[in-house]
């Protein structure tokens, strides 16, 4: 049985068949080739798997693409300015790309991840930054703890939660100063 | 004496890629015929279809 489904991923229409119990996070890793989400536990405890649904974070590990049809969904492919370029391509990844540093503009939030060192391994950074984006969409001057509890779904195997708790303090300081 | 990366943070080169989800892990890995699965002590293995 399959079901069809329509959304929107980083601001690109998407509709095709998928069954009802494909997960979100495999609609994204596998059927759109979109492999920047990451699947680090498949339980919801690990938030690796974080991506914006209509702007909020949530765990693609725990929802089914079903459930996401007439969403829009952010990853973390499509989240910096002019990003086209990463928003799906239908088909797996192969060996050798990625290399590229993008096209010069970050969000403020993976600058931030980049002039802090918020990352070692950077498997835990996608979901890091999509949910640290959902906080300062909500709170554009969050306190250290509220940065702390915003992320505290989401869990760092290199133990790097200082400098994540940095890198969004300078996000919310260059966005607020971008606004004014 | 060059002290060029002396007692200042330097950016790491690494990490456009990793903050833009445009880095490669071993699970992203697609080869032709490749299959996948578990093996014990937590191993991820990639293989040729051995019956290809």
Known sequence: MSVEIQLRVNGKP???????????????????????????????????CTVLLDGKAVKSCTLLAVQ?????ITTIEGLAP?????????????IGNGTGTGN?????????????????????TPGMILAAVDLLQRNKNPKEAEIRSALS???CRCTGYQHIIEAVQYAAKKMSARKR | MTTRFIGKPLKRKEDPRLIQGISHYVD??????MHYGRVPAHSLCACEDPLR
């Open chain 1, 68 to 72: 996401a049809s007439g969403a829009e």
């Open chain 2, 28 to 33: 992203d890995l697609q080869l032709a015929g």
């Open chain 1, 104 to 124: 010069g503009t970050l969000h403020a939030v993976q600058e931030g991840f980049w002039e802090k060192h918020g990352l070692q391994c950077g498997y835990c």
């Open chain 1, 14 to 48: 998407q509709q095709g068949t998928v069954e009802p119990r494909l997960l979100l996070v495999h609609y994204l890793r596998d059927v759109l080739g979109l492999t920047g989400t990451h699947i680090g536990c498949e339980t919801s405890i690990c938030g690796a």
């Open chain 1, 82 to 94: 002019n990003s086209e370029k990463h928003a799906g391509n239908g088909a797996g990844n192969g």
């Open chain 1, 153 to 155: 779904g989401n869990l």
